[in-house]
């Protein structure tokens, strides 16, 4: 991010990579599956590249997906910064057009990205594209919040405390808060603001809003999901290493291949 930025200023793509510092419990598990599956990869949601530049460092080839222009400016400075543009192509397309690739050995929808689709026709869609950009053998792994809707509800309204964080480039302190706004607990759908207050080292304070619409995923969704977009599911965990997935879990992460024909 350009020094003279003020936290208000700063884009959701400038900021995205200190926003999501404290994020990074999933990298391993990510490095793990590319180097088990093999490139290409498709990084669909892929955002400044928080995932991908990890995956292509170790040596694969990355399409990295995202409607976000911005976004993709920064993955491909961070790609470069690295000397791994060679290996990273920026795609700037939505995750329910089909995939740049036929024969990716991972799509990779990390960091709840697939909450984004609000349509249930999008997810199909979407579902329904990796089924059919996978090679044999190929996998989509994605990850997802837990919804815990009925607590989810009971918060509305709550400044909740979700952490902190430094940015590495000029030393701010993060304060991390999220809001829910809205609750639907019939369809899963819920408006939630994240509130980022930036604390400089001088003193001095600025906040950033980033207001999100998502669908939280019952883990029932996915099995019939999958089945109607050609996939199967080989794995649900409730986390990145492999916890069983259980009511307290916080995270539900699948793993779906082509359904044999
Ligand atoms: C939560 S961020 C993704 C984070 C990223 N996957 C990571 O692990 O760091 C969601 C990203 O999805 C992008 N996005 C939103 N709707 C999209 C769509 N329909 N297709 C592709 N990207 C989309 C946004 O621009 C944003 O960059």
Request: aromatic letters at 4%; proline letters at 7%.
């Amino acid at each position: 991010m350009p020094p003279e930025m003020t936290g208000s200023e700063i884009t959701p793509a400038r900021g995205f990579l200190a926003e999501h510092a404290h994020y990074d419990d999933d990298l391993g598990f990510w490095e793990a599956h590319a180097d088990r599956l093999g490139g290409p990869v498709c990084d669909l949601g892929a955002a400044a590249g928080r995932v991908t530049v990890r995956i292509a460092a170790h040596g694969h080839e990355v399409w990295a997906v995202d409607t976000d222009p911005e976004m993709l400016e920064v993955l491909m400075e961070r790609a470069a910064a690295e000397g791994l543009e060679a290996l990273v192509h920026p795609v700037m397309a939505s995750m329910t057009d089909p995939l740049p690739v036929h024969d990716a050995g991972l799509v990779a929808v990390p960091m709840n990205s697939l909450q984004l689709l609000l349509d249930p026709a999008d997810r199909l869609t979407c579902l329904a594209h990796a089924a059919c950009g996978l090679r044999p053998g190929g996998e989509m792994i994605f990850d997802l919040a837990m919804p815990h809707l009925e607590i989810t509800a009971e918060l509305r309204g709550c400044v909740l405390d979700t952490g902190h964080s430094i940015d590495a480039a000029n030393g701010d302190l993060l304060m991390h808060t999220a809001t829910f706004d809205e609750v639907d607990t019939a369809t899963g759908d819920v408006a939630l603001r994240l509130i980022i207050e930036r604390i400089h080292p001088n003193g001095s304070r600025s906040t950033v809003e980033r207001a999100h619409r998502l669908h939280l995923y019952d883990p029932d969704e996915i099995p019939p999901l999958a089945r109607s977009a050609g996939l199967e599911v080989l794995s649900v965990h409730g986390g990145f290493r492999d916890e069983p997935l259980s009511t307290a879990s916080e995270r539900h992460v699948w793993r779906l291949a082509k359904e044999a024909a």
